[in-house]
């Protein structure tokens, strides 16, 4: 692409354990000015540690960071902008309170003696602002632009400051198209002016469009590095996952042929979901597919009643049911694995033992409590069906790789007996391996009798373990798939019924 | 926890403790002589045991509302409430025993109007007990109508200058107490969820656990236990000092917690530690006494323990210490055995 000078960034050989997994495992990565390099891999396949590693939040434990063929250790995430390389989130760290050009120049303020030079101060910003192509007050408060508006003045300090490489860590996230398009056009600009650009992101669409060339990880290793102009987007995924998830566990679906167990009719809270209806036969696993914001995390948890709902019929087991909170939903025998693991599942100080046993216990009351005899029964049976892998059932739970954490969530409610799980997001940042695993227990629970609901980004996992895919959209159920219908394609194409949306991978 | 678990976690303690009363021999030699005269035991451990019985008392509840990441800063007042309602009561004539539960129940109340700001109205800790520790010395001096109210029962004297089987009988209370409340929790699930709770709010009621209901409990039981203490310590001086009584307890009981290796970001808690805790805060005070140091040296002195078991007890120390213990992951067989397997 250009004169090949040395390259902008160049790491070499970076490994990062934690206790119990290694987290990178003798990465390398190369970056080159004017060059937009994508980072892929699942999640928890070690970009965000990759990032971390090379801007000093974590130090390495091995290996070599050369930038400009310099070699350095940044230890602090300011030296690191200090020597040129710059980062930008998904959630925009800048103070929403202070306006556009303080965030812009926090900490470097033009001064005229001991006094912030407010004027010249505004004028820079405003100037440099046009350079992105944006054209805002900068004496307005941050808070009063989009999201996107903030991502690019993020991007600018962050540039103004470092000026060599930028790396965007999922600026897209929480983006409309439009918004996309302006973000993508600063970022262009910036590659004009030489910088080298990582780009994070989980929209394989944008990867395609703006960036050059892509290092795929997986379990923290590289396994390619890629020039775009010349890769497929199949082969990507390819890299990505490793072997075609879809092809391995696409086993005959038991049929689904039980009782109603659950009826749910009418479910909705404004603002977080429209009008939601479900019968589910005991036996039956169904999907609920969306982008992130469709929806379905809000449809899991009016479900379960952590979050309670304006209003909505449950009928289970012919009876009408009431739940204004998780106890009474646990008391039905309901279960929900969260989202986010890390906020809402684990009780990360607690050993694994006392985090298998939580739900039960809670459900059988303080008083009283599980016997140890019993206690030591279900974890080690559960350790031991689900391959939890740990050093023993002592140790707090936080020190888990991402996938033993989730199967001693599910082993949590396993061991409550339910007879209605709803998983959300359940193979998300875990590794591949625990991923096919995850997906085989979907299978083994249902052939029990259970009945499951799984929200899920991955279709092609949706596709392999769903008697019937619910479909949202802007937080409203647009589709139901049944049978035959249930194929990545026709989930893409109901939710991309609407032309704005990018297709989610 | 098994025995070994438990005398690992508080090792630190007995060490400390084992210390400190080692410089306290140092400094007078026959400081572990215990005697019997006119049927009470006398000696300088005796006296710690006796002095340290309100700091003992206020660290039961402190641990427990310190596990669920709350602090309970009015504990020092609710003892002044509790003295001059148990103080008032007799001097109106009743029975000491109708003092006393009138104290506990002052005490509860307290305890339930703190757990109904933080578990209800979501009121920071730190923030919803600071109004009862201001508040609550006006209220004991409304109480006890701006003097130090003196009784003359025997009954409630008893209980905290008298002796049972030549024991003082405050040192009787906060070990039965403190043993009763150590095991109840982990007989019970209680302590497990209360740590629960403390650590992860947000998983743990997801979780199916009533987390409101048991943060009103932990800071009733903290209540309870300033107002035990609070009679006590009325009892011994006969009399009700509503400005006096309690006056910066709250501090020696977060301290001896700390001491006792909780952290104040709530999780993990060991009652027995906390006690110990506390005996060793009183050991200090002891030996600043025997040695002849001025008292200024006490607060030097504490200063001094808490960052040394700070140090002992920072994450780090901790995660290196892991580092060298954990061992490799086990084996893990290939084949999968079947999932429905009866537990119950």
């Known amino acids: 692409m250009t004169d090949e000078r040395r390259p902008m960034l160049q790491a070499k050989g970076i490994s990062k354990f934690f206790p119990g997994t290694v987290a990178l495992d003798n990465v390398d990565l190369t970056l080159h000015g004017g060059e937009i390099h994508a980072l892929l891999g699942e999640n928890g396949a070690g970009k965000s540690t990759l990032i971390k590693c090379l801007t000093g939040v974590y130090r390495r434990d091995s290996g070599r960071v050369l930038l400009q063929g310099k070699e350095v250790d940044p230890t602090l995430t300011h030296h690191s902008q200090r020597l040129g390389i710059g980062t930008v989130y998904q959630e925009v760290n800048l103070l929403p309170n202070l306006t556009v050009a303080e965030n812009l120049y926090l900490g470097r303020q033009p001064m005229r003696g001991p006094f912030v030079d407010r004027r010249r101060m505004n004028t820079q910003a405003r100037d440099t602002l046009r350079d992105y192509g944006i054209q805002i007050d900068p004496a307005q408060p941050l808070s009063t632009y989009s999201v996107a508006v903030q991502q690019v003045v993020a991007i600018a300090r962050a540039v103004e400051m470092s000026g060599k490489v930028l790396i965007l860590d999922e600026p897209t996230a929480s983006l409309d198209h439009e918004e996309v398009q302006l973000l993508f056009s600063v970022i262009r600009r910036l590659k004009d002016r030489r910088l080298a650009v990582v780009f994070i992101t989980h929209f394989l669409d944008q990867v395609f469009d703006i960036c050059d060339s892509a290092t795929v990880l997986r379990n923290g290793q590289v396994v390619g590095r890629v020039d775009l102009a010349t890769t497929s987007r199949n082969d990507v995924i390819t890299l990505m996952l490793g072997r075609q998830l879809a092809a391995q566990v696409r086993a005959p679906k038991p049929k689904a042929g039980g009782n109603t167990l659950l009826q749910i009719e009418g479910l909705q809270k404004t603002g977080m979901l429209n009008r939601f209806d479900l019968s589910l036969n005991e036996g039956e696993v169904v999907g609920l597919a969306g982008l992130l914001g469709s929806g379905r995390t809000e449809t899991a948890n009016l479900i379960f009643g952590a979050v309670k709902a304006d209003q909505g019929k449950l009928t289970f087991r012919g009876k009408e049911i009431q739940l204004r909170n998780p106890r009474d939903a646990v008391a039905q025998g309901f279960a929900l694995c969260p989202e986010d693991r890390k906020t809402d599942g684990i009780v990360g100080e607690l050993s694994v033992r006392d985090n298998i046993i939580l739900a039960l216990q809670a459900r059988q009351g303080w008083m009283r409590k599980v016997r140890r005899k019993k206690i030591e029964a279900i974890a080690e049976h559960y350790v031991r069906t689900l391959d939890i892998r740990l050093a023993n059932l002592d140790m707090p739970i936080r020190l888990l790789s991402g996938g033993n954490q989730q199967k001693a969530l599910l082993a949590r409610w396993l061991a409550t007996d339910p007879n209605f799980l709803i998983l959300d997001e359940p193979t998300r940042g875990i590794d591949i391996g625990a991923h096919a695993e995850i997906i085989a227990l979907i299978g083994r629970l249902q052939q029990d009798g259970m009945a499951l609901l799984v929200a899920s980004s991955e279709m092609e996992e949706l596709v392999a373990y769903s008697n019937r895919v619910i479909v949202l959209r802007d937080r409203t159920q647009v589709k139901e798939l049944v049978g035959e219908e249930i194929t990545s394609d026709n989930i893409i194409r109901a939710i991309a019924a609407d032309p704005q949306v990018e297709a989610a991978v | ?344």
């Open chain 2, 1 to 344: 926890m098994t025995r070994n678990a438990f005398l690992r976690r508080i090792t630190p303690q007995l060490i400390i403790l084992a210390i400190v009363l080692g410089l306290n021999v140092l400094v007078f030699p026959d400081f572990f002589d215990v005697e019997m005269k006119n049927g009470r035991l006398f000696g300088n451990l005796i006296d710690v045991l006796n002095r340290g019985a309100p700091t003992a008392l206020l660290c039961l509840g402190m641990t427990l509302v310190i596990a669920t990441k709350g602090i309970d800063l009015s504990v020092g007042a609710v003892m002044a409430i509790a003295g001059a309602t148990a103080a008032s009561l007799v001097v109106e004539g009743n029975h000491w025993l109708v003092a006393v539960l009138g104290a506990l129940s002052v005490g509860a109340l307290c305890g339930l109007w703190n757990g109904f700001l933080v578990a209800f109205l979501r009121i920071q800790p730190i923030v919803a007990t600071l109004v009862l520790m201001v508040a609550g010395r006006g209220i004991a001096q409304l109480i006890t109508e701006g003097t130090i109210l003196t009784f003359l029962d025997p009954g409630l004297i008893h209980l905290g200058a008298g002796t049972v089987l030549g024991v003082p009988t405050p040192v009787l209370i906060w070990l039965t107490l403190g043993l009763f409340v150590a095991v109840f929790v982990r007989r019970t699930a209680l302590g497990m969820l209360i740590e629960a709770i403390g650590i992860n709010e947000a998983s743990s009621r997801l979780a199916g656990i009533n987390s409101r209901v048991l943060l009103v409990c932990v800071y009733v039981v903290s209540g309870i236990g300033a107002a035990i203490a609070g009679v006590i310590v009325a009892a011994d001086i006969q009399g009700a000092d509503a400005n006096n009584a309690g006056l910066w307890l709250e501090l020696d009981a977060i301290l001896a917690v700390v001491i006792g290796g909780n952290s104040l970001l709530g999780g993990r808690f060991s009652i027995v530690a906390s006690l110990l805790g506390a005996m060793i805060i009183q050991s200090v005070n002891s030996l600043i006494l025997l040695s002849g140091m001025p008292p200024e040296f006490n607060l030097i002195i504490k200063a001094l323990l808490i960052i040394a078991i700070l140090v002992i007890q920072s994450p780090k120390v901790g995660h290196l210490l892991y580092i060298l213990r954990a061992s490799a992951p086990q084996p893990h067989p290939k084949q999968l055995p079947p999932l429905k397997e009866n537990l119950r």
